[in-house]
DNA sequence: TTGTGTTTTATTGCCTCC
DNA sequence: GGAGGCAATAAAACACAA
């Protein structure tokens, strides 16, 4: 690249001169400048471009950078702002006074910008250009800033969520152990009560049967078989249906069976805990957060949505 | 010295506002 | 419709390692 080249010879000169003024400094790149505008040297399009020895880097002081950039006839100025476009760097002394602008504002009305032009001898276009790059670094750092504040505030949320999760492992586990327990003293207690039952069935009814069969001569029921009926029927005191008053009047004793705690079903093991237990000692699954079904108020977890919302927000 | 990555300056095209 | 802002981009300027 032909501009390149050139522009690399004329930074390397002035790399040679760091210490010079920027007066100074440009009187060679000038005859450069000079000369090869009056060859026929490759150098300078309409869009050439030279780095001034003052500007390089921002080392060095560019006093003329502070020279009213158009307002005094000024030879050297006119010179300077009259070389074609040239892309050069601002000095220390410019952007520190750019950033102390921008600081107090950083949008850039049409005096401001004359006036800060004025100061520091550049182009009103080069100021607005300047703080629209700047805008746009400051935008850039304020969304790095953003993006660490949000990272730092999922974290947090994710270790709160994460020890919640724990803790309703735990408490589930622990709700398990319990019902467990209750589940067995509940079958231990179910035995004690039908003993019990038994015995205060049978005696009264044992004893009027007694009292009828001696009241009548008519009367054929075989009190042995009555007793064992009786035994039967204290299965349970809700035996006073027909059918089996009508075992109890033939005296058939094959309906008799023996009080067996096998015969209770699981689920009517299950159905009776649940008769006597509280709701929330028996936890469905998806009641404590194991299904996508609608959580109702035992529900520990995050609702889907919100478990998306957060989970789903990632870098 | 040179290659490469980053920063800075400047341009372009689009959009909004007055 | 012109001025100004912004995003995207180009390209110079710069830093730095090999």
């Known amino acids: 690249m032909v501009d390149g080249t050139v522009f690399s010879a004329a930074s390397s000169l002035t790399t040679l001169l760091p210490n010079q003024t920027p007066a100074s400094a440009s009187q060679p790149l000038d005859s450069i400048f000079h000369s090869s505008s009056s060859s026929s040297s490759p150098f300078l399009g309409s869009r050439s471009i030279v780095s001034f020895g003052g500007v390089q880097g921002g080392k060095g002081c560019n006093e003329s950078f502070f020279l009213p950039y158009d307002d005094n006839g000024d030879e050297d100025t006119d010179e300077y702002f009259h070389q074609p476009e040239k892309k050069r760097r601002l000095s220390v002394e410019q952007v520190q006074f750019l950033e102390k602008s921008f600081d107090e504002e950083n949008k850039l009305e049409p005096e401001r910008k004359i006036r800060l032009a004025k100061e520091l001898g550049l182009q009103p276009r080069q100021v607005a250009i300047w703080f629209q790059n700047r805008r746009a670094r400051w935008k850039t750092k304020q969304m790095e800033k953003d993006y660490d504040s949000l990272h730092a505030c999922y974290n947090d949320l994710k270790a709160s969520y994460d020890d919640l999760l724990r803790e309703k492992d735990k408490l589930q586990a622990e709700v398990a152990k319990l019902s467990e327990k209750v ?8 035995g004690k009560f039908y003993r019990a039952e038994t015995k205060e069935f049978q005696e009264p009814l044992q004893k009027s049967m007694i009292d009828s069969a001696s009241e009548g001569e008519g009367s054929k029921v075989d009190i042995s078989s009555a007793k064992s009926d009786m035994f039967d029927s204290s299965e349970s ?12 009047e033939t005296g058939d004793s094959s309906y008799v069976f023996e009080p067996d705690q096998s015969d209770m079903s699981q689920d009517e093991g299950d159905n009776l805990s649940k008769t006597l237990l509280p709701h929330y000692m028996f936890p469905k699954l998806e009641d404590v957060g194991y299904s996508d079904q609608p959580h109702n108020s035992c529900d520990f977890g995050f609702p889907e949505e919100e478990d998306q919302a957060i989970w789903s927000w990632s870098y």
């Open 237 to 248: 005191p809700r035996y006073t249906d027909g059918v089996h008053s009508a075992l109890l």
């Open 183 to 190: 589940l067995e003293r509940e079958k231990l207690e179910e």
